[in-house]
């Protein structure tokens, strides 16, 4: 849902390398933007997690994209982690 709306998204590719990284991407239906997401191997106990956004080269869109959708998503990124930092030390 975003911003009292519902956006189908669907995974548009996965790749698997179980010593190196994995990489997911999702599509939205319309194809106005894909979220690539990285999660890459530090060492045994350690992953970076990397985040990128791509939208059609449009200055609309992207304006749109820098003014309210860019912090929206890392206020949610940021919570999500918040939750999810002391299962790391488990």
Known sequence: MNNGREVLMYTSSFFY?????V???ETEEKRKRAT???VEKINDHKARLTIDYYLHKNP???FVFKLTEKQHSKRICESRWTILYPLSWR
Do not use: A, G, Q, R
């Open 17 to 21: 390398d179980p010593e190196d990284k």
């Open 23 to 25: 990489v997911f991407s």
């Open 36 to 38: 690539y997401y990285t």
């Open 60 to 62: 609309i869109n992207e």
